[in-house]
């Protein structure tokens, strides 16, 4: 069974972040707390209603833009969880509605179709987003309508809201692990490559409290506007450095430009290694094969990982949508996303934001990366870090596992060399 689905195409105009925020757009609907009930007129989040056979959720991801490269394939393992839940009758007996909206790689967009979709559309819950920009964006529109987003991708931590739930990894689950893989390979000296944005602008502010705590040397750190296609300077600079490794945090289509620069200039793996953390099996095929064989990544899921839930993920994905296709870990984090709500709700038995906020904590999923589990304090997930290389048949294939799930800590307050970065 499909998911019922409709794109939305009502436009806010020129309507700012902060405007959207204030929620001062119109009511519509009817509002039930629970599965059942009476409904009552209300606004914003409390507009859902639950009193028919279905209820709404909103798909938000770049279908456009520089992001979409990594977007659309969060959207179709959203589309595809939609469809398995309705299959097998629906989130507290109701099917799930879908309505789709295009965020255009552009975080204002985030904002007003985020806005929408909360006030005009209905929505219980919004499932999507990619860059740290965009939700930044989209978090004081959730917080002023006290509706629900579910994110579903690694981030630069520091932060939490009682409104998002982040699927994705947090700092000390990717990051940190990371950097403590090339410290024990020997990594005495980083370069830092990244978009221009809060995410690698923050993440490398991390990156550097390690280094100068753990005695690696950072020769250089240079940002590239997201969409950037030039890279020959720093690729330049990067060369001139001469540095260990590179840890790379660029977004979207960048890597694209900047990995085929790198290995026009001579630089791979063998002499110049780059750890990425937002290049996954998705990217690998617009980037080519042959420019990140050998190149490193961090994790908490590839497409390689042996367990039987990941086996019947794969092939449930590409029987919807073709062999040729790749899964990922920002698509498989976003799969679990729409598990963990289903197992929200039906823990609370109400589709209520503030029941769903109570019956949070401890909600898991068997998710084809391994069991995850909801910590209620914080919003993020426990989950298993890996250190992956990039195989000549463009899979990612593990070479370091963490002992286990890691329990979030995005403002890295286990971390005393973390300490004044939050």
Request: proline share 4%; net charge negative; aromatic share 8%.
């Amino acid at each position: 069974m499909r998911p019922r689905t409709h794109a939305g195409t009502r436009s806010l105009g020129a309507l700012s972040i902060a405007a959207l925020a204030a929620g001062a757009l119109t009511a519509c609907g009817a509002q039930v707390d629970t599965a059942g009930g009476e409904p009552s007129e209300a606004t914003g989040a409390g507009c859902v209603d639950t009193s028919g056979d279905t209820v709404k959720i909103g798909f938000l991801n770049s279908l456009s833009g520089t992001m979409a490269i990594s977007e659309q394939t969060v959207h179709d393992s959203l589309q595809l969880a939609a469809s398995e839940i309705n299959a097998d009758g629906g989130v507290l007996g109701k099917e799930l509605e879908i309505v789709t909206e295009d965020g255009q790689s552009e975080p204002t967009v985030f904002a007003e179709k985020a806005t929408k979709l909360i006030t005009s559309d209905c929505v219980a819950a919004v499932f999507g987003g990619w860059t740290s920009a965009s939700r930044k964006a989209m978090l004081p529109v959730f917080e002023s309508q006290d509706s629900l987003l579910f994110y579903p991708v690694q981030y630069e931590g520091l932060e939490s809201s009682p409104n998002i739930f982040y699927t994705g990894a947090t700092t000390n689950q990717q990051i940190v692990p990371g950097l403590d893989y090339l410290a024990e390979q020997g990594v005495e000296s980083l370069f830092l490559v990244g978009s221009d944005y809060v995410f690698p602008r923050t993440a490398n502010k991390i990156i550097n409290a390690y280094a100068e705590a753990h005695g690696i040397e950072v020769l250089g750190e240079e940002y590239a506007p997201l969409g950037h296609t030039d890279f020959s300077t720093i690729v330049n600079k990067v060369r001139s450095a001469d540095a260990d490794a590179v840890f790379n945090t660029l977004n979207g289509d960048s890597n694209v430009a900047f990995f085929k620069e790198y290995s026009n200039a001579g630089l791979g793996p063998d002499d110049m290694p780059v750890l990425s953390v937002s290049i996954a099996e998705e990217e690998i095929g617009g980037i080519g094969v042959e420019n990140v064989e050998g190149q490193l990544t961090a994790w908490n899921y590839y497409q390689t990982v042996d367990t039987p839930e990941n086996a019947a993920f794969v092939e449930a994905f590409q029987a919807e949508y073709g062999a040729d296709r790749v899964t990922s870990d920002p698509m498989e984090a976003a799969y679990d996303s729409l598990y963990l709500w289903k197992g929200m709700v039906e823990k609370a038995e109400s589709f209520d934001v503030a029941d769903v906020q109570e019956a949070a904590d401890g909600v898991s999923f068997d998710a084809p990366e391994g069991t995850v589990t909801v910590n209620g304090d914080n919003h993020h997930i426990a989950k298993t870090a890996l250190i992956g290389r990039i195989g000549d048949d463009g899979l990612i294939y593990t070479e370091w596992s963490s002992d286990g799930p890691i329990e979030p800590d995005p403002f890295l307050e286990g971390y005393d060399w973390a300490e004044g970065l939050s």
